[in-house]
């Protein structure tokens, strides 16, 4: 029988919700979902990390330990090959410490894809998982856009090579929703048949068809199934634990779990954010997303950015200028944080009323192979293009070491997974530990409470009177 993996408390910690809960409601609701009967709890990754550094109020590895000391689901973390949590690519270093850390905080379940579908890529991450005795699922992400059956035939063909690097599971990725049903059976069937693993299913987007598509992939041999919690897949275009679960129990595959439980849930998530709109997602941009195969984060994120410019009008000429840009630079997968490299760079290419006047330095860096092998050539014409424009003498830099910044954070790293945070986030991470530093240093708290003793005996009191 399938069994389901829970993305909430990581979609609750990322953008566009970070902070919408408060760090206690967000356990209460991982206490809850701990009794529902999920194989998976997936609590961190990319997003995650990247919004708790910026937001400087608590560290991405204290969440992590708060909710294993309340819960006993496996839990699980989204890593991005050699990007990890981050944007570019990291030394194998920082990749084996990053994992070793993870694991000593707690994770048991690592869902590891590379955002170009290069499984080679995957080999140190993976390497790492196995050694820290974790479970290593390697993703494979669909995004739509070759005609035929290319998509699907190189998807295959990744999946070969993934027993060799150790990935006990495949996990097809959709993050556009563009999965139709019939295509997600098959593409599942003839992954399962090649790699010879177990094959989980995660699909997103504004579509519409993600339950279609998840059932049709359970039909055809899918055994895991990422989904949220209602509130959370109506707002964020999710597939719903809730009617996943209904849905198979009626097809005779029932997962075992507790339905009455994601209901709990869902009732403390909108105690908070059930009265307010959540994501900056316009019906209209959903359609968009859905018409043209993106991520509707993307699609928004770009309205924005041409709101800003005075040109708002101009999103479908955007939209379509994403995809040729894609097609030049080799069809890469949409996931992040490649798709917002295409989009940055068509976004520049409409602005400037030219194509390749200017090149971001993380375009270029993709066409160079800075990134890996993307699954098709480039555009021999744009490879050019971005070799002439690129500074006289550059080189590209090696990926930072924890030793190049050790020196650096002495004094304020006090632990391995610190020294991980800084020499992956640089002076955000180091602006988030001055910030947990001040907030433990008890001389800080003496002083206040000198300067308001009887404020201090009210918060005293109020904690007792909570504690109780």
């Known amino acids: 029988m399938p069994k389901l993996v829970d993305t909430t408390i990581r979609l609750l ?97 690592f869902r590891l894809h590379d955002p170009l579908n290069d499984v080679s ?45 150790g990935a006990t599971r495949v996990l097809v990725n959709d993050p556009t929703g563009a999965l139709v049903p019939h295509r997600a059976s098959e593409l599942v069937a003839r992954i399962k048949e090649a790699s010879g693993l177990p094959v989980g299913f995660y699909v997103q987007g504004a579509a519409g068809i993600g339950l279609a598509s998840t059932l049709a992939a ?17 707002t964020l275009h999710r597939v719903s634990g809730e ?25 403390v998530i909108d105690e908070w954010i059930g009265d307010e709109p959540v994501a900056p997602t316009a019906p209209r941009i959903a359609v968009r997303a859905a018409e043209y195969d993106l991520p509707t984060g993307l699609v928004a994120a770009l309205e924005v950015h041409l709101r800003a410019h005075a040109a708002a009008d101009r999103l479908l000429e955007v939209l379509e200028e994403v995809g040729r840009v894609r097609a030049e630079a080799g069809w890469p997968p949409l996931a992040a944080p490649i798709g917002q490299i295409l989009a940055s760079q068509a976004l520049l290419h409409v602005l400037e009323a030219r194509r390749y006047g200017s090149v971001i330095d993380e375009f270029r860096e993709l066409v160079q192979g800075g990134y890996g092998e993307t699954p098709e050539p480039i555009d021999p014409t744009v490879a050019r293009a971005v070799g002439l424009l690129a500074p006289p003498g550059q080189l590209q830099e090696d990926p930072v070491t924890t030793e190049d910044v050790r020196e650096q954070a002495e004094g304020l790293a006090a632990s391995e997974e610190e020294l991980v945070l800084i020499a992956m986030f640089g002076s955000d991470a180091e602006e988030l530990l001055k910030v947990i530093r001040a907030r433990h240093d008890r001389g800080s708290v003496l002083v206040a409470e000198d300067a308001d003793a009887e404020r201090g005996e009210r918060i005293r009191e109020l904690v007792k009177i909570v504690q109780e």
């Open 13 to 109: 910690s990322q953008e566009p919700l970070a902070g919408k809960l408060p760090t206690a409601e967000v356990l209460r609701v991982a206490e809850i979902l701990d009794g529902a009967g999920f194989a998976c709890l997936e609590v961190s990754g990319g997003g995650v990390f990247d919004a708790t550094v910026r937001r400087r109020v608590e560290s991405p590895w204290e969440r992590i330990r708060a909710i294993k000391a309340r819960v006993s689901t496996p839990l699980g973390i989204a890593l991005r090959g050699r990007f990890l949590v981050g944007s570019r690519p990291v030394s194998g270093d920082i990749v084996g410490r990053f994992v070793a850390c993870a694991a000593e905080n707690g994770i048991d379940v």
């Open 121 to 165: 890529n995957l080999r140190e991450a993976g390497a790492a998982i196995t050694s820290a005795g974790g479970a290593f699922h390697a993703g494979l992400v669909y995004s739509p856009g070759r005609t035929g059956e290319t998509e699907t035939d190189t998807l295959v063909e990744q999946a070969r090579k993934l027993p060799d690097l």
């Open 218 to 234: 359970v039909d055809a041999g899918a055994d895991l199934i990422a989904t949220a919690v209602y509130p959370l897949a109506l």
């Open 243 to 267: 009617s996943v679960a209904e849905s198979l129990q009626g097809l005779g595959h029932a997962p075992g779990l507790d339905v009455a439980k994601l209901w709990d849930a869902a009732d």
